[in-house]
């Protein structure tokens, strides 16, 4: 699989990458919906903000599944995906099989965590998540040249507390 900076997906992919239930749905939308309907991956920071980490403008849109879009930013030393995830939270992300590393955190005073997906324990990607609606907001970092002297989960972190304001609280 691709790392972050070529294609946005690590290996294990995202908390919430599993496709189960997608068959059963209706076209009704679920409230975690509703409340996030108005976050637009590419938009959770302005182009100034983006740019102050490094980052590549503009940001390619990216949905594997209709209830996870995001945005992936190519940049140096990081690249960053940000997700919009209407079915997850902090504590449904703690609960899955597919980290290496989960290491729970507050953004900005919202339940959330950091997590390393099994597999890319090498490969300089963490996640840093809060919850938002009646989802979560997941940021992803991915440390381009791999150097052991930055830490992705730090930058990760960094980069979610300056998205949190931006969303829409739990609910």
């Given amino acids: 699989m691709a790392l972050l900076g070529v294609a946005g997906c690590g290996p294990g992919g995202l ?3 599993e496709s189960e239930g997608a068959t059963g ?3 009704a939308a ?3 919906e ?4 108005g976050v637009d991956p590419c938009g959770m920071l302005s182009d100034e903000e983006l740019k102050s980490f490094g980052l590549e403008l503009p940001g390619e849109a990216m949905s594997t599944v209709p209830w996870r879009p995001g945005c992936d930013y190519s940049g140096d030393p990081f690249g960053v995906m940000f997700v919009k995830n209407k079915r997850q939270t902090a504590d449904s ?4 099989d597919t980290w290496a590393k989960f290491e729970r955190a507050e953004v900005n005073g919202r339940a959330g965590a950091t997590a390393v997906t099994e ?5 300089g990607t963490c ?20 150097s052991d002297s930055r830490d992705e989960c730090a930058k990760a972190l960094e980069i979610a507390k300056k998205v949190e304001p931006n969303v829409p609280e739990p609910a």
């Fill in 15 to 17: 908390a919430g990458d």
């Fill in 25 to 27: 749905e209706t076209s």
């Fill in 30 to 32: 679920k409230p975690s």
């Fill in 34 to 37: 509703e409340v996030l309907a």
């Fill in 93 to 96: 992300a703690a609960k899955k």
């Fill in 119 to 123: 597999g890319a324990t090498q490969a």
């Fill in 127 to 146: 996640d840093a998540m809060f919850d938002a609606g009646q989802g979560m907001i997941q940021i992803r970092a991915h440390d381009v040249a791999r």
